[in-house]
């Protein structure tokens, strides 16, 4: 196999440029990268990963935990990963991808992890990947509010949630809409806990009231129910308890759905008897659903880079000025499932 030097002298550049073509640390012509690309290529020359991580003590590579349970990806979390993936590979970084069993983090998995960070995704209270990483001084960035007691200074990146709960609450009120059921995501997970207080103060600033029947919480990952989530809630409110609601806001766009599946097992139709918005979605899929979906954009991809840089940040790096906790704007994307009502 082909050395670094080799590949140097034949493209008539540096070796150090031949690394920067690799690691993308610094911006190359792209006359030389394609020169060194080909003349790779002819030599066979595969960059030398390991010897770079004991020149530079590093591993030059980090970790992205993500609790699941037994369900595919959702697009969200695909445009994450991908957004986490090509900001990391920019500098010259691998991503470990981690799916983490729920309520089975263990202590040994992170003294063992071949990384210089993380990025932890949807924390919980009290996350223990949190307090582990926290332990084992592991730099990290979440992508959602750590709200873990031991915890007061760390790195996030997240999209506004009051102001997003805030934002579809207002649009749905002034469409006439006072009878609004929330499906809101599990009750331990931090983004849960903010849009619940902004669904609240919004409700009340509208001088509506919050009824119990009104706020719903997605139940956990390992649960059967996960998957069917809005279903049940839907029959059970609006079929049996007779309540009335003319709009609901859903987590996700398996969630909305689920719901989509309740109404029509109802007799009830979208948006004509309740109107259906989906904060978390697929944006694709909300234009093929009938009706198509409005929802919110939560910027996936910007959060997944944003939180890369962050770490860059912390890791050294990037230099400059960075907020400690970043925040991705989000905007609604109006299409045909909320109606006006008198």
């Known amino acids: 196999m082909a050395k670094i030097d080799e590949v140097a002298k034949l493209a008539k550049v540096s070796k150090g440029t031949v690394s920067n073509v690799f690691s993308q640390k610094r911006p190359t012509s792209d006359e030389v990268k394609e020169r060194v690309m080909t003349v790779s290529r002819q030599l066979n020359y595969v960059p030398n990963h390991i010897a770079r991580s004991l020149a530079t003590k590093k591993t030059m590579a980090i970790g992205l935990t993500i609790p699941h349970g037994s369900f595919f990806f959702s697009a969200f979390h695909t445009q994450f990963i991908n957004g986490v993936i090509l900001e990391a590979s920019f500098y010259g970084y691998r991503v470990l991808l981690d799916m983490i069993p729920v309520q089975k983090v263990k202590t040994p998995f992170l003294s063992s992890y071949p990384i210089d960070g993380a990025v932890v995704m949807s924390p919980t209270t009290d996350d223990d990947r949190i307090n ?66 902004g669904f609240i103060k919004a409700m009340n600033d509208h001088l509506l009231d919050v009824e119990e029947h009104m706020i719903h919480h997605k139940p956990a990952l390992n649960t059967s129910e996960y998957m069917d989530y809005g279903y049940a809630e839907t029959i059970e409110i609006l079929g049996n308890q007779k309540k009335k609601v003319t709009a609901i806001i859903a987590d996700d766009d398996r969630t909305a759905f689920s719901v989509l599946n309740a109404l029509k097992d109802l007799n009830l139709r979208v948006p004509e008897d309740v109107s259906l918005f989906v904060i978390c979605g697929d944006l694709s899929m909300m234009v093929q659903s009938n009706p198509s979906l409005t929802s919110m954009d939560l910027q996936p991809s910007e959060l997944g880079a944003q939180s890369v840089r962050l770490l860059m940040h912390q890791l050294g790096v990037l230099q400059g000025d960075f907020s400690e906790n970043m925040i991705i704007e989000s905007k609604i994307i109006e299409r045909n499932s909320c109606l006006t009502i008198e």
């Open 132 to 197: 582990l990483m926290h332990g084992e001084q592991i730099p990290f960035v979440t992508v959602g509010r750590v709200m873990n007691t031991n915890i007061h200074k760390s790195f996030s990146v997240d999209n506004d949630n009051h102001k997003i709960i805030d934002n579809i609450c207002k649009y749905l009120i002034d469409k006439g809409h006072k009878d609004i059921m929330f499906l809101n995501a599990n009750e331990l997970m931090t983004v849960s806990i903010d849009r619940k207080a």
